[in-house]
């Protein structure tokens, strides 16, 4: 299913093959859909070009370190207190946020679902969201919530915001506009896009249906790993993240603004579109990257190193090294480790980890773990190869061999993940998962293996 999507007034496109977009991670950006709409020198002028308004959406508290402070100044048609009037609470029953304990589905496990099957009903992007997981505590601003999307329609005069969080979004089929106060976002499979805490947006369906994977941060934003002693290349390079340029639709027609705050859902009417900034200049905005361009590190002589080294973007927690969340990328890569056991190995974690398969196979779990599915080994819990997988690695011929055709995620948190009513009694739960580990043999003879 495609829908054309509702014509937004946008800056002159840019040279190169990214038009439309402006690379960089946390650059400070600044964008015009019209000649002359953005001041300098200046944030505040007395009268702004156009008729225009300033206002200012930050990020982060106005005192956080400068290394930290997020903010952009925006210069809109309409102050967005236009865009807000009476609230009604109203009820998206499968969007749920932490703390989220249902006292007869059981968290403690290690599960798999197959991928979550598209209904006969035609879903939005606020209809469609189902949230698996929960964690930590939305109202404290610590945890997340990892969701499946079911889109098979836009949003038409309807727009939307989060007060809670900021999104993480990992397409998995189907293609899908966000439509921002801040301009324009196309995603695909491959590629990621994050939305930021309080950005008004509308999703529109540009080849459906669409279905993937959201993580709803609601602590510190993602930002990109320090990469400690390897230095200032490979993994996720900024240059290969992109922000839109401006775009604004000035269009007098009743609408909804649906917001989530507090874990709660709230819709007002007004008689406007809100996506109404002609220019803006800051480093607070959306961003799309294309997951092709994460440049994958590993051990070039033996041993399998920590999944940690693949991860694309980190959320801290405020505790050194254990992050809020962090997004972790297992795709194509060379192996050759000499004399070494390549998948990941069996361990217990303190983290809790929720994976999904994009496409491809896994290589530590090579049958049942299909694309669009979920993983969730929780906190302290046990996991690793099955038994099939641990054969193949344990008698490989160890010459260099290529993982190919392959991208799985991970949304990994220092907080135990709570299943939804939803996850433990409606998806496609595969029952036999814990059985994968079933037929592993003892193999222990109290004799040393001869090399």
């Excluded at 499968?94 to 059981?106: F, G, H, L, Q």
């Excluded at 007002?268 to 361009?293: C, E, F, M, Q």
């Excluded at 939804?420 to 739960?429: D, H, I, M, R, V």
Aim: proline share 9%; aromatic share 12%.
């Amino acid at each position: 299913m495609t829908m054309p999507p509702h014509n937004m007034t946008q800056a002159p496109s840019l040279p190169g093959p990214h038009a439309g977009y402006m690379p960089g991670f946390g650059n400070d950006f600044e964008t015009e859909a019209l000649p002359d709409a953005l001041p300098q020198g200046m944030n505040s002028p007395q009268k702004v070009n156009y008729g225009l308004y300033g206002e200012q959406l930050s990020g982060t508290a106005f005192t956080a370190p400068q290394g930290q402070n997020e903010r952009t100044w925006c210069y809109r048609i309409r102050p967005s207190v236009k865009h807000s009037h009476r609230y009604e609470k109203i009820d998206l029953p499968y969007w749920k946020s932490a703390p989220n304990i249902i006292e007869d589905v059981v968290s403690l496990g290690q599960y798999r679902w197959d991928p979550v099957p598209h209904s006969d009903t035609e879903q939005t992007w606020l209809t469609g969201m189902r949230t698996m997981t929960t964690a930590g505590d939305v109202h404290t601003q610590v945890g997340m919530a990892a969701h499946v999307y079911l889109v098979t329609q836009s949003m038409v005069d309807s727009y939307f915001y989060s007060a809670d969080s900021e999104m993480l979004v990992v397409p998995q089929e189907g293609r899908l506009r966000f439509c921002t106060e801040l301009g324009i976002i196309d995603v695909s499979p491959k590629e990621i896009a994050i939305l930021p805490r309080g950005l008004v947006y509308r999703v529109e369906v540009l080849e459906g249906p669409c279905r993937g994977f959201v993580c709803e941060n609601y602590g510190q934003k993602f930002e990109l790993p320090n990469r400690g002693p390897i230095g200032a290349n490979c993994m996720a390079n900024p240059r290969d993240f992109k922000s839109p340029v401006a775009a604004f639709e000035d269009r007098d027609v009743p609408s909804t603004v649906t917001i989530k705050w507090c874990g709660q859902f709230h819709e007002t009417k007004i008689g406007h579109s809100p996506l109404d900034v002609v220019a803006w200049h800051g480093n607070y905005a959306p961003v799309k990257y294309d997951l092709r361009t994460y440049c994958p590190v590993g051990a070039v002589l033996f041993d399998h190193p920590d999944p940690s080294i693949f991860t694309v973007l980190t959320a801290p927690s405020g505790q050194d090294g254990t992050a809020n969340i962090d997004f972790v990328l297992f795709r194509e890569r060379w192996m050759v480790a000499e004399d070494t056991f390549r998948p990941p190995w069996y361990h217990k974690n303190i983290m809790s980890e929720l994976m999904g398969n994009i496409y491809g196979q896994y290589d530590a779990k090579p049958k049942g773990f299909v694309p669009g599915g979920i993983s969730l080994h929780n906190m302290m819990l046990p996991h690793g190869p099955d038994r099939n997988a641990f054969e193949k690695a344990s008698n490989a011929n160890l010459g260099p061999s290529k993982l190919d055709q392959t991208m799985s995620f991970m949304f990994e948190t220092r907080f135990p993940q709570q299943l939804t009513e939803f996850a433990g009694k409606e998806a496609p739960l595969q029952d036999d998962y814990i059985d994968c580990w079933a037929d592993i043999e003892k193999k222990f003879d109290g004799t040393p293996e001869k090399k």
